[in-house]
């Protein structure tokens, strides 16, 4: 009984966390088109509404800052534009600023500011990469990467893929090998199916971040599909759609079971499930 109302306790925060990031995309989504009318008054409100907002999350918090501090230049407010860029970095130190009209003002108020900050950042505009990846991979098989630098290569010395699961927290580094403008690396082959996230760093031979292939907050994906099973492989128990049909009615009669018992213990049945368990292979 404890165990499942844990459960269903545990599902009903998860579901509060994401009814707060998608309300607070949406306030994003009004704050930028606002500030693309030219209305920094409502996009301020609008940003400070999204991260007003608990459990918003960083990737709303970061876009959010970053309309509030360049709303801020516009409105001559720099001490807030200041706090604003401020909590940017924060979250993410070499977070590149997108601007819709790309003014020399804010890049420059950003940038400033940043050099104070972080000591590594040494953000160059004319550079850019270009990540090669392929539509898909398969479980067991490892992926291979390129990554092509845009400008000045000789400013580059150093290419870090970074890779992780959309379920996991950590990033795990892969260094790419190469010279010239372009770098190759291999990302391991993963043993169960799902999405990637990743994003690609270089450095300069001082060791700053010079530019970046997507971001932390904005990554790009990889598919991983279940590996192709030969005509004598049934497909996993686990995978079976009736399974988890069968699952899930188990637990809406616990979920239904532990209200009750919740609400009145007195009154509480034995329920209309006998006691049982699924174990998957």
């Not at 104070?116 to 098989?141: I, K, N, W």
Request: aromatic content about 6%; some cysteine.
């Amino acid at each position: 009984m404890v165990r499942s109302l844990a459960l269903v306790l545990a599902m009903a925060s998860l579901g509060a966390a994401q009814n707060a990031r998608v309300e607070g995309a949406a306030l994003v989504d009004e704050g930028r088109r606002l500030y693309r009318e030219l209305d920094f008054a409502g996009c301020v409100d609008a940003m400070n509404r999204a991260l007003d907002l608990p459990g918003a999350g960083d990737a709303v918090r970061l876009e959010a800052y970053e309309y509030l501090g360049s709303a801020y230049v516009v409105l001559d407010r720099e001490p807030d534009a200041e706090e604003a860029f401020r909590a940017m970095i924060d979250i993410d130190p070499y977070h590149i600023v997108r601007e819709p009209s790309g003014s020399p003002k804010i890049e420059e108020f950003v940038e400033t500011l940043r050099r104070q900050l972080v000591s590594d950042a040494a953000l160059d505009r004319s550079l850019s990469l270009s990540t090669e990846l392929p539509r898909a991979s398969r479980v067991g098989l490892s992926t291979n990467v390129r990554v092509d630098v845009d400008g000045p290569a000789e400013r580059v010395s150093m290419v870090t893929l970074y890779v992780r699961a959309d379920d996991e927290t950590e990033w795990h580094a892969v260094v790419l090998r190469g010279a010239g403008g372009s770098f190759e690396g291999t990302i391991p082959a993963r043993r169960v199916a799902g999405e990637l996230e990743l994003y690609v760093e270089a450095r300069d031979a001082a060791g700053r971040v010079v530019t970046r292939g997507a971001e932390p907050f904005r990554p790009l994906t990889l598919r991983i599909r279940e590996r192709e099973r030969g005509p004598s492989e049934e497909e996993p128990l686990r995978r079976k759609w009736w399974l988890w049909t069968i699952v899930g009615v188990v637990l809406v009669g616990l979920a239904v079971g532990v209200g009750v018992a919740v609400s009145d213990p007195e009154r509480a049945g034995a329920g209309t499930l006998p006691p049982g368990r699924v174990e998957l292979p």
